[in-house]
């Protein structure tokens, strides 16, 4: 099992470009959601998902898109990436009950200059 | 809303050493569940232990333990015979046991970064 994975490892982008973290689940969970994690800041979430078609924003969704077209995918679109977005994005899912845990990807960590 | 709250930014303790990490959290619900996640070195955010509001009895997992007092919203991590493996970041988390929209979501503290020294 693959678990949660999340492509690509490390980005360097430039202040004004675009670009899409991608998250991939294969363990059929319902929740899926994106956090960012910061120096001093702990994991804050940006944007989640109860199911397909079904997204909501989080604490710190501005700058961020998602859409969830199937079960199994989860991306994160940086619109017009800003310095402040320079951070560590991980990927994470569940199954709807709410003892369950989250499982999380590997992260993603991003340069924004 | 709910928040988390660890008050202990760093910890250290002796290898074989017990030590506690501290978790106080906001919340006007009755039933929750709280969790305990490391996080190494290595990035990767791995489930320590977890816990039930409405069960009395503490976790445990292995030389982990928790001392949940429900009345005081506490939620303390206890590792007994620390390990040098042991030597993580440390987040505490809490998640509703509401069905309403938007109660899915896992809220974190920021963190208590353990060492262990040999």
């Known amino acids: 099992n693959a678990g949660v994975t999340q492509t690509p490892k490390f980005q360097v982008l430039k202040t004004g470009q675009s670009m899409t973290l991608q998250c991939a689940q294969d363990m059929n969970h319902e929740y899926m959601s994106w956090y960012r994690q910061d120096p001093g800041m702990g994991l804050r979430l940006i944007h989640y998902s109860v199911g397909a078609g079904i997204t909501d924003q989080g604490e710190v969704p501005n700058g961020y898109n998602v859409s969830r077209s199937t079960t199994e995918d989860f991306p994160l679109r940086l619109l017009s990436a800003a310095p402040s977005q320079t951070s560590v994005y991980f990927c994470?899912?569940?199954?709807?009950?709410?003892?369950?845990?989250?499982?999380f990807g590997n992260g993603t960590r991003l340069t924004v200059t | 809303a709910q928040t988390v709250t660890q008050s202990q930014p760093e910890m250290s303790v002796q290898e074989a050493e017990t030590v506690t990490l501290s978790c106080t959290y906001d919340t006007s619900e009755s039933d929750y569940y709280l969790f305990w996640y490391k996080q190494p070195p290595s990035r990767q955010m791995i489930l320590v232990i977890r816990q039930e509001a409405y069960k009395q009895q503490n976790a445990t997992e292995n030389r982990f333990s928790v001392n949940f007092q429900k009345a005081a919203k506490s939620f303390s991590l206890k590792i007994s015979d620390s390990q040098l493996g042991d030597a993580a970041m440390y987040f505490c988390a809490y998640r509703s046991s509401l069905t309403q929209g938007g109660s899915e979501k896992l809220v974190f503290g920021k963190g208590t970064k353990l060492t262990v020294n040999p």
């Open positions: 994470a899912s569940s199954y709807s009950s709410r003892t369950s845990p989250l499982h």
